[in-house]
């Protein structure tokens, strides 16, 4: 047949990289403004555009989102088009899909600073945003799926179909988490509640890990791998065994985010066992990469992108078999809330993910600017500088983790907890910490060595936007299987139908463990003394929301001793019933709130110290790491949006009576000035009509209805 | 695994093992080793160890779920020293004076205390400790009192659960010494004069 000849688009996958590059450098930057602010909290700056709760997810979503999102979409663009032996689908599309993603990006980190977030991690887009990532995100779908229907070969090779996987999965999880009723154009609530919204949130959350983190980058390992160390893949076999049980087994492992808190007990056992049964299919993708260097060790020695491909796959096989050990319950009740996670994440995010796309960058720009990589030793400097920012980075996390836990946990011989103030276990971190901030330090010194090596390899190249191919066009196959065809064989040559069963594969276990909740009662068991927020509380709760107040504290007791002893009574399913969306965090840099208006509990505090303690945190104790929130003193509390408040809230099953929207800021009113008022007997001047009003309203209902259900579990802890 | 064309086999020349025909992409070729026997144990361990794990936790039941795991983690326990001195108050008790007690009592106050009556004790979300005044009584025992059974509707918890008999003596002791301390910007005083 006669060759065709046809060009590859690589404008677009040099577009992809600078802002890979872009955002990579601004989102490590904040990362690392974070992990000063635990040792320095004035380095929130007093406002609220720069504190903690705000910036966080900055920083997540814009590594995650921003550097990764447009590493994982260089790499694809530059493979797919050469995988397929076709061009892009369409130019425009690729184009739509460039600038929509950057401009998604740049609305992430503006609204982010203002307080606009549903608050649900790493899904904290508002719904304007979640339209646009939904639409932008077909686009990417549709032109993939365009070109690999034009392909010129026969079969789709292992790295397309970690694309194809990628792409429905996210497209299925970004749409049903997504999910809300509008209150304005910024703010929404989520259609779930409570328990309900943490499973639906980590079925997303940790599927964003798998289909975002991991499978696209699986498929970049398999194209850009065997390409550079130019060596054929180990096992054909292992591959197709590995992909299919990874993303089958993947989407059921969420509940392991949620062991020991409310969500039902089966839930938490399929959470538990998905998640070690992924250990094999995970460290398939890695052994296929590492086995597919046999014959090219010595490679590896002197070439910087085999290089950091080796450690980028050796992380990815740490990591997990570190998080099935995590999702043990043994080992959940010491990592779960501490730096333990958050180490566990950075080896993923900085060996996987970083060094990966590193070792596409330094791969693939050379190539499109027909030139060598301007510096072999910077590097070589840039990878081991990176490696040991890695282990400075997680070793002292670990470390600091497993010290907070067991200091969490200690009684003295008296039946007391050791540690009561929780403030000493996180003062006994701060060393872990600075030490953890020279970590991500070193590593981003290396990310700027990085940029300088290929910025001075551009400099010296000459880009080639359009590289000419030629490739027979594709023969007509016939559609049924051909004799001696395996299955798997014919469905490679039937994207469409590959699709189809891979979006089959990774609904089964999300409408499994998702549905049930809805359906069978029992697993939410209703408390009667749980009434819905006042409106008061509600607009409180909003602001708790708005700064990111989960982003250190969690609002779920966990059944141990040491928590119920700390807090007070154990979270139950039925109290978050009216919680659109569930608060429950997952990181403790300070206690948990759930019971703080317990007037009896171990917790409370009186309204004074929350008015003195928004405004000046070390002033009560100098040790604090939190953020001051004067700016809740000063600004008004915006009460024009409370009657749709209450009216969307109806509208999602939570029961005001009737007509309740009219009179909402009546009693929104009232409850105000008792606040102002018993502010006022302690010689604080207030108005009501000041943000920190309703949020110390919300703090003093915390945890009051459940303890005053009379539960049989609370005359238990407190005879 | 499948019928391959086996008329020109090609061998990968540092391994000796065969290529797979046909499967060349972008020049990638693919090899077709078998399943590392090691990597098919350990998945095959996996799902058995997750069978039982569902069976023992789900289906017959025996092993605890997270509700009993904490009933008997509380039995293990037992009943906490907690609450013996709230039943009967001494009021004939004197306040410790040895420094050993005084330090002690002085490190519980740097951890619990100065969070709402400030380091030096005068004062800011609790009241000021160093005049000579006193909402719930001056006298030693009262002090001891407040602080074992506390006054939650105003804010003050009760410590009992927190601090043993001795320690709470001793911050009680140390509290005591603060009278007359006179440090700066003190709260207005609140409650009664003490004698």
Redesign the interface.
Known sequence: MENQIFYYDNKIVKNFAYATLFWGVIGMVVGLLLALQFIWPALSFGIPYTTFGRIRPIHTNAVIFAFVGNGMFTGIYY?LQ??C?ARMFSDLLSKINFWGWQLIIVFAALTFACGITTGKEYAELEWPIDILVAVIWIVFGWNMIGTIIKRR???I?V?IWFYIATFVTIAVLHVTNSLAIPVGLFKSYPIYAGVQDALVQWWYGHNAVAFFLTTPFLGLMY?FL??AAN???????????HFW?LIFLYIWAGPHHLL?SALP??A???G???S??L???S??GM?NGL?TL??AWDRVREDPVLKFMVVAVTAYGMSTFEGPMMST?TVNAISHFTDWTVGHAHIGALGWNGFLTFAVLYYLIPRIFQTQLYSRKVANLHFWIGTLGIIFYAVPLYWGAITQASMWKE??A????KY??FL?TVTQLKPMYAARAIGGSLYIVGIILGVYNLVLTIKAGKFLPEEGASAPALAKAAGKRGS???I??WLERRPVQFSIVALLAILIGGIIEIVPLYLIKTNIPTIASVKPYTPLELQGRDIYVREGCYTCHSQQV????SE??RYGE?AKAGEYVYDHPFQWGSKRNGPDLSREGV????Q??????HY?HMMDPQ???QQSIMPAYSWLISDDLNITNTAKKIRVMQFLGVPYPPAYDSKANDDLMVQATGIANDLKS??IQVEPGKEIIAMIAYLQRLGKDVHSANLP?AS???? | ???HDHKNIEK?E??G?K??S??D????????????KW?VW??II??V??VV??FV??VIKVAP???K???N??AA??????GQISAAIDTTIIALTDQASLDEGKAIWQ??C???H?EGGQG??GPNLTDNYSIHGCEYWKVVKVITIGV????M??WK????DADIKKVASFTMTLRGTNPPNP??PQGDPCK
């Open positions: 493979s050469r995988l032996k070969t026969q079969h090779y790295a194209y065997p390409k060596r054929p893949v180990y096992s054909y076999r292992l591959s197709i065994v049980a020991y007990g089966w938490q056992s399929l538990v066992v998905f070690v049964m250990i094999a299919p460290w398939g052994v086995l046999r014959g319950k009684f003295t008296d039946g007391f907890l009561p103030n000493e001696g065809e395996g798997h064989r966990r059944p141990f001793r119920t002893e154990y007037v009896n509990g171990p409370y505090r009186p309204n004074s110290w003195n002033r009560l104790n302690q010689g579990t238990v802890i407190r005879k | 695994m499948e019928m990968d540092l391994t093992d290529l797979l046909g499967h992409y972008d020049n990638i070729k693919e090899l077709d080793n078998n399943l590392p990597w350990l998945f996996t799902i160890w997750s794990y569902i936790f789900d779920y997270q509700q795991e904490w009933e983690e509380i326990a037992g009943v906490p020293a907690q951890k619990q100065k969070v709402c400030l800011l979300v939650p509707e105003k804010g918890i009760s659960t927190q601090l043993n709260k207005a």
